[in-house]
């Protein structure tokens, strides 16, 4: 029999009951949707960034232990989701950057709330405090959970246990799912991970019909009671007659999103501002405003404003009357004013063609440049194969000159020993001769 170790986080149904989210006002069908939905996010989240399912139900587990002693109004789903993923990725040693779970959370919110796509900015303030807030609820669920995160899953005994009772294969991936689907409730704070691997076993023999030993019970070989069994079945049939969970806004802190809302601020603000400082005649109101608002403070009374507004007309009527008897000067005027801006036109055309003169003109003489030094290096490179090439020869002439020196040598001493052959012959032929004479 497999004993567990450290694992003493469990609770009863009263302390469910009485959990912290129901003391804030949270009712059990609101709850059980927000621990359903936050369960969905690190699912999915762990899918995207490729982790093994024993990250995400590690996840899962921290999930439930931490809203058991904290409540939905004081911390965010979406935070503590991702801050669970991201802790749970390092005790299962498969770490993820915070980098990579916050762009997956950013892209799940945009998908989840049909959000417009956009790119999240590393460099943007939006991004540092979403880094910071995932840091600091880690920080949070190690201090709840007292630093103690060892949780043992019921998948690994869902193997042995099919294996002893000899089960057809197909109810092996059967109870496989549902012990995923597990997760999502609040069974793994409840009841001992072999408790719940029985009851997934028997909730997966039932589905494909297949019978099990009852004489002796099979459930008591390994440590489970029926009361427990048949509690994981019905929280399993409860948790799939329940619609798709969706976010609830119930956190007293503000409502959390990894998405940037200024970008819709700012779309939203942009076809206010157009009107205001597209037509003139508001400009002129406004000045209007302030020369009646300084005739208000000079005055201080009805007959100058009444007075100050005659002048203005007696005024207007006048600037009308020249510029109706001025009408070729204004005409030429407004003539010339195109004019102008075509001359600043082509005046800027005309320097930026300089400016691209100057710039092609530079790289063709970097290119030169460039191409110079490579002609040198060349230039070097095949020099010195010509002086290697012309030491070769030298040595081979050197060596040539050798051999033909020591060939000479040879014939010599070979000419020499010849010559003394045929001196010591004559010589000893000429004393043979001597001698006879003498007898």
């Not at 990250?55 to 503590?80: D, E, I, P, W």
């Not at 540092?128 to 019921?154: A, Q, W, Y």
């Not at 019905?234 to 409502?255: E, F, M, N, T």
Request: charged residues 35%; contains cysteine; hydrophobic residues 25%.
């Amino acid at each position: 029999m497999i004993y567990t170790a450290i694992d003493t986080f469990y609770l009863t149904d009263e302390q469910l009951k009485n959990s912290p989210s129901r003391k804030d006002g949270i009712d059990e069908a609101t709850e059980t949707t927000l621990r359903i939905y936050g369960c969905d996010l690190i699912q999915e989240s762990g899918i995207l960034l490729r982790l093994p399912q024993a990250v995400m139900a590690t996840g899962q587990v921290l999930f439930h232990r931490f809203y058991c002693k904290k409540s939905f109004a004081r911390f965010n789903v979406k935070k503590v989701a991702a801050s669970c993923v991201w802790l749970a990725s390092k005790l299962e040693e498969s770490t993820r950057k915070a980098r990579q779970v916050i762009i997956v959370f950013h892209r799940m919110e945009c998908r989840r709330e049909n959000l417009p796509m956009e790119h999240l900015d590393l460099y943007s303030k939006k991004y540092v405090d979403l880094k910071t807030e995932l840091s600091r609820t880690e920080r949070h669920i190690l201090k709840e959970m007292g630093f103690i995160c060892h949780v043992e899953h019921p998948h690994k005994f869902i193997s042995n246990y099919l294996a002893t009772l000899e089960t057809p294969p197909e109810l092996r991936q059967e109870a496989w799912n549902l012990a995923n689907d597990s997760l999502r409730t609040t069974l793994c704070v409840r009841f001992k991970s072999e408790v719940v691997a029985c009851g997934v076993v028997y909730a997966a023999a039932r589905r494909f019909q297949v019978p099990l030993p009852e004489n002796p019970p099979w459930w008591k070989a390994f440590d489970a009671e029926k009361s427990g069994i048949d509690e994981v079945c019905r929280v399993l049939a409860h948790l799939y007659s329940l619609p798709k969970a969706g976010y609830i806004p119930v956190c007293k802190d503000g409502d959390f999103t990894f998405y940037n809302k200024s970008s819709e601020t700012k779309s939203q603000s942009t076809p206010k501002d157009v009107p205001q400082s597209s037509p003139p005649a508001d400009s002129d109101t406004s000045v209007s405003k302030g020369a009646m608002g300084e005739a208000n403070n000079e005055s201080g009374g009805k007959g100058a404003l009444v007075k100050l507004n005659m002048d203005r007309r007696k005024d207007s009527k006048r600037s009308d009357d020249e510029s109706k008897s001025m009408v070729p000067e204004g005409e030429a005027r407004d003539e010339s004013v195109p004019k102008s801006k075509s001359d600043r036109r082509m005046e800027a055309s005309g320097e930026t063609r300089r400016d691209r003169d100057r710039d092609g003109e530079r790289d063709r003489d970097r290119d030169r440049k460039s191409r110079d030094r490579d002609r040198g290096r060349d230039s070097d490179k095949e020099r010195e194969r010509e002086e290697l090439e012309r030491d070769k020869l030298k040595d081979h002439s050197h060596r040539s000159r050798e051999r033909a020196k020591d060939s000479g040598h040879s014939d010599k001493s070979r000419h020499h020993s010849s010559r003394d052959r045929d001196y010591h012959g004559s010589s000893y032929s000429s004393r043979e001769k001597d001698r006879s004479r003498h007898h």
